[in-house]
């Protein structure tokens, strides 16, 4: 259920995407697009294989009820956030790293102590999965996955953010944090 409310809310965004789409930079597009991929590749076909086949359930371990049902509460939260940050983002969001004609630097709400509250949640969304399913397996491949979505695309991100705003996003690099508010 929350993997299909977060679909709903990326595929409006995408849809949108495609109709407001004026790219004035774009960064190693097709590098970019192996990333979506193997997000995708992590997250969804272990998901489904755990769904729907006995493959995985080698990596099963215990976990009480309880913990999977707040794991459950996680990715409501998640999910929120997932839609609120879209929200905020509004035409700013893309799918691939790109800067917009129109870009406006966002520091407010979700962006107030975190400069990547998308990918933050992510994090959330993985603590989420690997309590519901409780599986050793799924938990590492969503972790491998986005330690290196992270890796490569955090830096180029700020990169990118950093040439078009200049001391702007340089100011706002100083005040807060990448994923995890006052901490990392
Ligand atoms: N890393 C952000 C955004 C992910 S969407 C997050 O985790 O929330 C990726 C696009 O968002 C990039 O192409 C970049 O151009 C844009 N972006 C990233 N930070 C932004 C900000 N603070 N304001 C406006 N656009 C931003």
Request: hydrophobic fraction near 50%; charged fraction near 20%; proline fraction near 5%.
């Amino acid at each position: 259920m929350v993997v299909v409310a977060m679909n709903v809310i990326r595929i409006h965004y995408m849809k949108r995407y495609g109709k407001r789409h004026h790219k004035e930079k774009e960064i190693a597009p097709v590098r970019e697009k192996r990333l979506t991929q193997m997000m995708f590749v992590v997250m969804a076909i272990p998901g489904v294989l755990w769904l729907f086949t006995p493959w995985l359930s080698f990596g099963q371990f215990a976990l009480p009820d309880g913990v999977r049902i707040a794991g459950f509460a996680v990715g409501v939260c998640g999910m929120w956030w997932f839609y609120r940050i879209h929200r905020t983002l509004g035409d700013n969001w893309s799918p691939v790293l790109e800067i917009r004609t129109e870009h406006t630097l966002i520091v407010s709400g979700p962006y107030k102590r975190v400069r990547h509250p998308m990918y933050s949640d992510m994090i959330l969304w993985m603590v989420s999965f690997v309590l519901i399913t409780a599986n050793w397996f799924y938990a590492a491949t969503l972790c491998i996955g986005l330690a290196i979505l992270f890796a490569v695309r955090i830096p180029d991100e700020e990169k990118l953010m950093t040439e078009r705003f200049g001391e702007q996003y340089t100011a706002y690099m100083k005040r807060t944090k990448r994923l995890i508010p006052y901490v990392y």
